[in-house]
């Protein structure tokens, strides 16, 4: 069911919900939390709202969609109201604000939020510099951005790094949640031998990349190289050395990764790059500091070979592109 509301208030808008839910009962009351979608461009609105649906299945929440139209428009306030097979296992709310309106969002979002219920805002395109002290961003216990949509994937990582607080978190990080999988694993097998140097290679544009030599530089505490290989191919390969030989996870072809270790049968293991779905579902499991991310952040400053590339050298993915396809 969509319902449309041109030219409305937020009081309008809660009323047409209670509405709907004693006419139909089509909105489940069993909702964890509260999903701000926050976005400039039209066009991303529908990707990230099936995204959001996707996960709903896991997490059921309302989700808030933050729709900035045109500043030089009118004072205006447009919302559409998506319940039942529209919304997964949420409720949808798109909120499209247009003129002065636009700069307000935090204002028109209060009256609502679920009451008790965290919230998290996710920018999946251009996020704000200092996620922290945007307006909706200070009303989110968790923030979710994207370095990879942005238009200088490097650049918005570092402002990542330096701006951190506790809540922060990036969908360039959770896109390599197998990869981190799979080497910790192989860790676990003998020989177990300490690992002596570290070489990850990816994209010079690719911020996962990054942040898998950072995790492994925290985690392992030693040298740490950065490869470069074409862009746009994300992240071909991990190797650590070890004195008996060395721990490759290797993935030329974006699908199918192939492991190899010193005394273990060669492995195939399936390694495709992952949607915006699966990593948004991941992400809206925990609630709390990611202290992990944090030390994979701060270790990017040492991680060999990267300070050397030119802070967005390279464009990211334009928006709207499949953001999945950057790891």
Do not use: F
Not at 246 to 266: A, F, I, N, Y
Request: net charge neutral; charged share 25%; hydrophobic share 40%.
């Amino acid at each position: 069911m969509i319902v449309d509301l041109p030219s409305t208030t937020t009081s309008a808008v809660n009323h047409a919900l209670i509405d709907i839910r004693e006419r139909g009962g089509a909105v489940a009351l069993g909702r964890v939390l509260t999903l701000v979608i926050v976005t400039d461009d039209s066009a991303q609105v529908e990707q990230s709202i099936d995204a959001a649906n996707e996960a709903s299945k896991e997490h059921p929440c309302r989700v808030l969609v933050v729709a900035r139209g045109l500043k030089r428009a009118g004072t205006r306030l447009d919302a559409q109201i998506r319940v039942g097979g529209d919304a997964g296992a949420s409720e949808v709310l798109v909120l499209r604000l247009y003129g002065p309106l636009a700069d307000h969002g935090d204002s028109v979002l209060v009256p609502l939020l679920l009451p008790d219920c965290p919230v998290v805002a996710w920018w999946p395109g251009a996020a704000p510099a200092i996620p922290t002290e945007d307006p909706i961003g200070r009303l989110a216990q968790r923030r979710i951005t994207d370095t990879a949509a942005a238009s200088q994937p490097i650049k918005a990582l570092e402002s990542r790094r330096t701006s951190y607080a506790e809540g922060d978190t990036d969908l360039a990080w959770t896109r390599i949640t197998p990869w981190r999988a799979l080497l910790a694993a192989a860790l676990e097998l003998p020989p177990y031998e300490d690992v002596e140097a570290v070489t990850v290679t990816g994209a010079a544009d690719n911020p996962s990349a990054d942040l898998l030599a950072g995790w492994l530089r925290s985690r392992l505490h030693v040298p740490v190289r950065r490869r470069t290989s074409p862009p746009g191919g994300g992240i071909s390969a991990a190797v650590l050395e070890r004195r008996s030989g060395k721990v490759e996870l290797v993935r030329p072809d974006g699908k199918v990764g192939t492991l190899r270790q010193p005394g273990q049968p060669e492995r195939r293991v399936p390694l495709r790059r992952r949607p915006v779905r699966d990593c948004l579902a991941e992400e809206l499991r925990r609630l709390d500091p990611d202290e992990i991310y944090q030390a994979a952040l701060q270790a990017l400053a040492e991680v060999d070979g990267r300070n050397g590339r030119r802070a967005g050298s390279a464009k990211g993915p334009q928006t709207g592109a499949t953001q999945g396809d950057e790891t």
